[in-house]
């Protein structure tokens, strides 16, 4: 069952049973209590086993990983990553981190884990799930998130969470003997965090625990934690809400950036300033290794990595009004799974389809008609080519081709289009969790919205009739850029991380001690 008032009510049922049975009252009474209490969990999602080839893995110490060598330097770290396949957005930022780790920390390996997939009970295990189908319904999504995101429902659920899962998860943590855990998902902050401090104290080592909040703009109250280790985010407005909602000492919060893709980085270097000559020489170059025209301009529209959305809709209007105000462009359409509208893309007859759009009442070019005629030139019309483009790897360079990227207000998008410095124009938004993306573009100044696909189509060929807009939003959108935000989030995170195994080591007499032992 996916309807969110079925999930919540459920956990509250489950939740208050728990709490009335004589048992649960004598275990949360007292110090245990208080121990929950001060770290409510706001776990109400699940998670599953993954890494980068989407497949679990296992730490080997073939690759360096013992720890047998604890002389001076970077050694190699073994870190997992909390997340769950509840969108896209969490799973890149752990990529994108655990790139950086190995990078900065040569030999390290990592895992991702989802403890509500594997070891929660109902429903934090139907997270994944419902999550398709909520934010596939965007009223019921909207309902769910904001009565989930209440004070007392997230406590409700921390509790009963913890109650119910705090063993389980405990002993899944155990087997990956972790050096450190990098939370990048709201609901893996509070019973996971309980579970890495209770495995540390059970074998006299710290663990440290690490929060990275991958939304931009908007943040789910089960993001934050009082007692975690640093908490990461990307911007003012979520590190207001950090402080208000959870608490978090200030000297915790990192202001960071969001933790995006290597590649961005790359190319936000090489790029420069794309108002630049040198910048226009290198998205030239980028153009013609793509196979773009390089005497147009581009238009990058994508919805989503299932190419959802009202993408067919949007690329009739861009094209049309590109065509109507004499804009010559390539509109750059990522489908994503989508072959059918990959298809429909391809063998739609697009010359005709600015042909037979109506141009108004009839009766009006009735009237018309007996004004006495004037001889006018024929309207310029835009050259412009509809390209259908599959699953991509790639993003990075099309993003640097792009003059304007046209997009559903995702967190991660948004700051990739800001690393390389490309003008954004919002189509949609999930409510309550990506409401706040719009208002950080907005603010920044390198980017509107608008839901309407005839004015995103006009709104659109102004800015790219409008030079002097455009480099404007262009800069705007680099200073707000974080390209190197991993880099600096992981290199952060693994120093304190090395401090922590040197006080281990020596704790232990120089040895590694390994928690496995309770899996």
């Known amino acids: 069952m996916h309807l969110m008032m079925l999930l919540l009510l459920r956990t509250s049922c489950f939740a208050f049973a728990s709490l009335n049975d004589p048992l649960i009252t004598s275990l949360i009474s007292g110090a245990t209590r208080s121990t929950l209490m001060s770290g409510t969990s706001r776990n109400t999602e699940k998670t599953s086993t993954f ?11 073939s690759q360096g990983n013992d720890h047998t060598d604890i002389s001076a330097g970077k050694r190699p770290l073994r870190i997992l990553f909390l997340s769950s396949d509840t969108g896209g957005g969490h799973r890149a930022s752990a990529e994108a981190l655990a790139k950086q780790f190995q990078i900065q920390f040569p030999g390290s390996t990592y895992d991702l884990l989802d403890v509500w997939t594997l070891d929660g009970v109902y429903p934090y295990k139907t997270l994944v799930k419902s999550y398709k189908h909520l934010s596939a319904h965007p009223f019921q999504w909207r309902f769910f998130y904001h009565i989930s ?14 109650i119910m899962c705090a063993k389980k998860i405990r002993k899944r943590i155990a087997g990956y003997d972790p050096d450190v855990v990098v939370s990048v998902h709201p609901a893996m902050n509070n019973a996971p965090r309980i579970a890495t401090r209770k495995l540390g104290e059970m074998h006299g080592k710290h663990i440290p625990f690490f929060t990275v909040v991958t939304d931009l703009g908007s943040g789910h109250s089960h993001w934050f934690e009082k007692k975690v280790e640093k908490l990461y985010v990307a911007s003012e407005r979520i590190r207001k809400l950090a402080r208000r909602r959870a608490g978090t000492p200030s000297n915790n919060i990192v202001m960071s950036g969001l933790p995006i893709r290597q590649e961005f980085a790359v190319q936000s270097e090489k790029l420069g300033d794309r108002t630049t000559e040198i910048g226009k020489l290198y998205q030239k170059e980028i153009r013609e290794k793509l196979g773009i025209s390089t005497n147009k301009q581009m238009v990058l529209l994508m919805g989503g990595g299932e190419g959802v959305g009202s993408l067919a809709h949007i690329a009739n209007e861009l094209y049309m009004k590109l065509v109507e105000n004499g804009v010559d462009a390539t509109v750059c359409v990522v489908c994503g799974r989508n072959e059918k509208l990959r298809n429909e893309l391809r063998d739609r007859d697009w010359e005709n389809l600015t042909a037979s759009k109506p141009k108004g009442n009839s009766r009006r070019l009735s009237f018309s008609r007996k004004v006495s005629p004037t001889v006018k030139d024929p309207p310029l019309k835009g050259d412009v080519e509809v390209v259908g483009l599959g699953y991509i790897d790639e993003m990075a360079d099309y993003m640097v081709a792009a003059d304007v990227l046209v997009t559903k207000a995702g967190p991660g998008t948004l700051a990739e289009a800001a690393a390389v410095g490309l003008p954004v124009m919002m189509t949609s938004f999930l409510p309550g969790q990506e409401a706040g993306n719009v208002e950080v573009v907005l603010d920044a100044g390198f980017g509107e919205y608008c839901k309407q696909p005839e004015k995103i189509g006009q709104t659109v060929a102004n800015w790219l009739k409008n030079e002097e807009l455009l480099c404007s939003m262009s800069k705007s959108a680099t200073k707000a850029g974080h390209p190197h935000a991993a880099a600096e989030i992981a290199v952060d995170i693994g120093e304190i991380t090395q401090k922590w195994l040197e006080t281990n080591l020596k704790a232990n007499g120089g040895a590694r001690k390994s928690i496995a032992a309770d899996c």
Request: proline share 4%.
């Open 51 to 61: 890494n980068s080839t989407g497949l679990s893995a296992t730490l080997d110490s």
């Open 149 to 162: 995101n209440a004070f007392p429902n997230g406590r409700i659920a921390n509790i009963h969470s913890g």
